[in-house]
């Protein structure tokens, strides 16, 4: 077994911690309080060539898919928010069309992506979360035009990006076989943002509605073919797992960092709480907890890259587990610093409410559950 990452993954990591360490760490708490788009940070990352990590050669890319795992892992240490901006615009929003977009689609949208080009997707709606089969938003055919009405909740991104994948179905008494998935600029007539969410954490990335009245959509901008729409959303979400994952490890281990440093300098009853026994069992099982969330990620991502193919129960595996062990880690850095990590002062409190949508998007802990399930049983 080689547990080493190949010299310019190595080349890549140490480029993206740089960047972290000078870029992204001394904004992340501004940008927690002030809830503002880190616009000049993205475009940075894309300068940096971030964004390409995970795309093929031919439009522009320039790393494999352990790459973009390891760069969501870093992002994310510095600021969970801006982890998302960046692994929804280098994955979730783009494997659609880089998964089953034509070459002329590849070429126009995917091409723009490696330069930091920030995209969103339009999956949830008020009445389809977990259960995305139910959704209600319509298309109809008109001409060279698809015809989209309806609306989307909670899409990370949604006011920024410069384009969407998003899925509506043709019919709701066909259920999923109903579905397409399409291809949306941010211009497109019809098209408007609408409740912009006020959240617990990740206060940097925004989290937006998207209407779509009377939306005209070219022919063109089909993804695949109709009535493929369920398949696209769920291979794309199945691809994006992994990323997540490695957004909490990113999240955890910047809590554990941080609950190191404190344990060691803060002394109580005369000495540092860190030779404390109860401070040792936490800082122990919150290292077993990053470790392990580590190795499934990476084999996971491994797996990947070795078959070109998101493994279905690894992948949950590593998300389950990673989001699960952050929420721990977190709690017991808070526990750790006491009262002072419930204040502001300490970045360890942004940590604690970043954690927790890991728990839910991209497939809740319940549904992560579900698929290593259905897979372990052989039941469908
Ligand atoms: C900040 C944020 C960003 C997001 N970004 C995006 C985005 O970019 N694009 C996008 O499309 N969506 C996005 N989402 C939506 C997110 O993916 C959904 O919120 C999530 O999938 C859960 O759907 P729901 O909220 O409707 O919960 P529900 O599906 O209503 O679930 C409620 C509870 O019931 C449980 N449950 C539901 N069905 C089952 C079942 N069959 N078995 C067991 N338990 C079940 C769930 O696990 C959960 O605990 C985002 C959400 C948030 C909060």
Redesign the pocket.
């Known amino acids: 077994m080689d547990f080493e990452l190949n010299e310019e993954q190595k080349m890549f990591q140490t480029m993206v911690r740089d960047f972290v360490t000078k870029e992204v760490a001394p904004l992340a708490s501004e940008w927690d309080e002030t809830e503002k788009f880190p616009y000049d940070t993205v475009k940075a990352m894309g300068k940096a060539g971030m964004f390409g990590a995970g795309l093929s050669e031919n439009v522009g890319g320039n790393g494999d898919i352990i790459s973009n795992t390891i760069a969501a892992e870093e992002v994310s240490y510095g600021s969970a928010g801006l982890g998302v901006i960046y692994l929804?615009s280098t994955g979730?929003a783009i494997y659609p069309i880089s998964l089953w977009g034509n070459e002329e689609q590849k070429q126009k949208y995917l091409t723009r992506s490696v330069n930091g080009t920030i995209s969103?997707?339009?999956?949830?709606e008020t009445m389809a979360?977990?259960?995305v089969a139910a959704m209600q938003t319509k298309y109809t055919r008109d001409g060279d035009y698809y015809i989209l009405n309806g609306s989307?909740i909670?899409?990370?991104?949604g006011s920024e990006a410069e384009f969407y994948t998003t899925f509506a179905t043709k019919d709701l008494s066909l259920g999923y076989r109903g579905i397409s998935g399409f291809i949306l600029d941010k211009d497109a007539p019809g098209f408007s943002i609408g409740k912009v969410?006020k959240?617990m954490g990740?206060h940097p990335s925004s989290?937006s509605e998207l209407i779509f009245d009377n939306c005209k959509v070219p022919a063109e901008n089909l993804l695949g073919e109709e009535g493929r729409g369920f398949r696209i959303a769920l291979e794309a979400i199945d691809e994006s797992r992994v990323a997540i994952a490695a957004q909490a490890l990113g999240t955890a281990r910047a809590a554990f960092d941080a609950a190191v440093d404190y344990a060691k300098e803060r002394k109580q009853y005369g000495t540092e709480i860190a030779r404390l026994q109860a401070i040792q069992w936490m800082l122990a099982d919150m290292a077993v907890d990053i470790e392990t969330s580590k190795l499934l990620i990476y084999e996971a991502s491994w797996l990947t890259h070795k078959t070109g193919k998101s493994p279905l129960k690894e992948a949950a595996m590593a998300k389950v587990y990673a989001s699960e062990a952050a929420h721990r880690v977190c709690h017991k850095a808070v526990q750790i610093f006491g009262g002072y990590g419930y204040t502001k002062d300490f970045a360890v409190e942004r940590y604690y409410r970043d954690q927790r949508?890991l728990e839910?998007?991209?497939?809740?802990?319940?549904?992560q559950r579900?698929t290593i399930a259905r897979q372990v049983t052989g039941m469908k």
Do not use: C, H, Q, R
């Open positions: 929804v979730l969103a997707f339009g999956l949830t979360g977990s259960d989307k909670f899409i990370t991104n969410e959240k990740m989290t949508l839910i998007y991209e497939g809740t802990s319940e549904m579900w």
